[in-house]
């Protein structure tokens, strides 16, 4: 792939010449696609997309409820639901801090499905992922509580942040302001 940049009275001509795949080039739109798929979605199966979208347009009641705090953007962070990571689709996702919130039926009360539980969390934490869970009775009457929670953990996900950019200000001489 390259560009060619013409000059031609008084106007300038950019010229795209796309990739040859016979002679090994690659098309960079599809290799950053790929690149952001596995950051993102860690290679999930077409499959589950499918699936992510049938439970999107299917919410618990608990997960709606934390849905309609979680789409308000708490603190400046994008939440997804319903989100394909790996081999899993987690309820609620965070790309920018890695944050998983799960929204725990009374079905995870049970031995077998708490052992699931525990294997699929150390899996999401071996990709660098958090996570944080929170029963569905907790989510319906202490909604308070829950929200207290994840804000406080967002804000301690902030602070880092803060400090970086305040280090970074300070080395390039303040705010600019």
């Known amino acids: 792939m390259s560009l060619v940049i013409m000059r031609h009275g008084g106007w300038l001509y950019i010229q795209f010449i796309p990739p040859n795949p016979l002679k090994g080039e690659l098309i960079l739109c599809n290799v950053e696609l790929c690149a952001m798929k596995r950051k993102m979605f860690f290679d999930a199966d077409p499959l589950l997309f499918e699936r992510a979208k049938y439970l999107r347009n299917h919410l ?29 689709i987690v309820d609620f996702y965070c790309h920018t801090i890695k944050l998983v919130i799960e929204a725990d039926g009374n079905i995870h009360d049970q031995p077998d499905v708490q052992q699931s539980d525990k294997e699929r969390q150390q899996s999401l934490e071996s990709d660098g992922l958090q996570v944080i869970r929170f029963s569905n009775d907790d989510i319906l009457k202490r909604t308070e509580f829950v929200i207290e929670q994840i804000n406080n953990m967002l804000i301690t996900k902030l602070t880092p942040l803060c400090a970086d950019a305040e280090a970074l200000a300070q080395e390039s001489g303040g705010w600019g302001v």
Do not use: C, S, V
């Not at 618990?60 to 394909?84: C, S, V």
């Open 60 to 88: 618990t009641d608990a997960e709606m409820k934390l849905w309609g705090f979680l789409r308000t953007n708490p603190i400046g962070y994008k939440f997804r639901r319903q989100h394909p990571i790996g081999i899993y």
